[in-house]
């Protein structure tokens, strides 16, 4: 199973993955500006798995670039807030 298969799979591993990149005394822009990539790869290079993605994939397909990097953030920030949560 892969970790694209379930949104809630994809957000622990997003969340995982934030983690340990503060750890390693990542700043917020650089994981920022990461998130955007990915954001960017999967919507262009691969396949919805689920409803969540394929929205999102809708969604980031229509927004300018600047509309891009605030879902990117808020993606950021979604996993943020449910490590908090836990």
Do not use: C, P
Not at 14 to 30: D, F, K, P, V, W
Not at 63 to 82: F, G, P, W, Y
């Amino acid at each position: 199973m892969s970790v694209l298969d379930n949104f809630d799979t994809w957000k622990d591993f997003l969340a995982s993955r934030l983690e340990q990149a503060q750890s390693q005394g990542m700043g917020q822009q650089t994981i920022s500006n990461m998130a955007y990539e990915v954001g960017d790869y999967l919507a262009n290079s691969t396949e919805a798995k689920n409803e969540e993605q394929a929205v999102l994939q809708e969604i980031w397909t229509a927004a300018s670039d600047d509309e891009r990097h605030a879902i990117a953030n808020a993606m950021v920030k979604l996993v943020q807030n449910q490590g908090n949560t836990k």
